[in-house]
């Protein structure tokens, strides 16, 4: 079966930070680009992150460039969030979603072959 499994939300307070995993199994996600989503209550979802399949290419949303940083370990098969700075805004459930392309510059949802089944991320004091 081909999963993607993302680890690591939780409570956080404002300021804080979490890394977020993104584990693919059943197959090698270095082939992979991938992108970050989340959703707020209320709305659509939205990308916050990409990362081509290599790492060598990355690209941030206006709401959270400078503050979050996407990166992977092919090895370990998984794509990280970390995430800085954390706002209640960013509270949401955090998707993670991959692309069967080396680079990806959309957040187009349908242009990705798999996604996660999303972790809560709670930003409160």
């Known amino acids: 079966q081909l999963t993607l499994v993302e680890s690591g939300g939780g409570v956080v307070q404002p300021g804080g930070s979490l890394r977020l995993s993104c584990t693919a199994s059943g197959f090698a996600l270095d082939v992979y680009a991938v992108a970050w989503f989340r959703q707020a209550p209320g709305t659509g979802r939205v990308g916050v992150a990409l990362?081509?399949?290599?790492?060598?290419?990355?690209a941030y949303a206006d709401s959270v460039r400078g503050r979050f940083t996407v990166s992977r370990d092919n090895e370990k098969n998984t794509v990280y969030l970390q995430m800085n700075g954390l706002t209640p805004e960013d509270t949401a459930v955090y998707y993670c979603a991959a692309d069967d392309a080396d680079y990806v510059n959309t957040y187009w949802e349908n242009e990705y072959d798999y996604w996660g089944q999303g972790t809560q991320v709670t930003v409160s004091s």
């Open positions: 990362i081509s399949s290599k790492g060598d290419s990355t």
